[in-house]
């Protein structure tokens, strides 16, 4: 069973930059398509990037695109997403999850999750 652990979430001020990192294993991450997913208690996970295996394809959901980067690092099996110019609105719990094919940013097409790590945009 592929595990994934999300990093790097935290307190920043507007405007401020995160970067999240999503690790792998035991399995390498490369095979496998990854996404990232937020979630504010009372409405329903929406997906904010994702990265395909193989030609490292990406999407963005409107909300983050030029500001939110995803990329991956094959050789330390993680994929990470840079998140620059923070808004009050970017507050989440945000989630890596995979996929042995292309998800997108539909949230039923993965299949293993982390646990996710909390982004709070705030003054």
């Known amino acids: 069973q592929l595990q994934l652990v999300e990093s790097g979430g935290g307190l920043v001020q507007p405007g401020g930059s995160l970067r999240l990192s999503c690790a792998a294993s035991?399995?390498?991450?490369?095979?496998?398509?990854v996404g990232w997913f937020r979630q504010v208690p009372g409405k329903e996970r929406e997906g904010s990037s994702c990265?395909?295996?193989?030609?490292?394809?990406?999407d963005y959901a409107s909300s983050v695109k030029g500001r939110f980067t995803i990329s991956r690092d094959d050789a330390n099996n993680t994929v990470s997403m840079q998140m620059n110019s923070l808004k009050p609105e970017d507050t989440a719990v945000y989630y890596c999850?995979?996929?042995?094919?292309?998800?997108?940013?539909?949230?039923?097409?993965?299949?293993?999750w982390g646990q996710g790590t909390q982004v709070t945009v705030s003054s």
């Open positions: 999850a995979a996929t042995a094919y292309w998800g997108g940013l539909e949230e039923g097409e993965y299949r293993y």
């Open positions: 035991p399995f390498p991450l490369s095979a496998y398509a």
């Open positions: 990265i395909s295996s193989g030609d490292a394809r990406t």
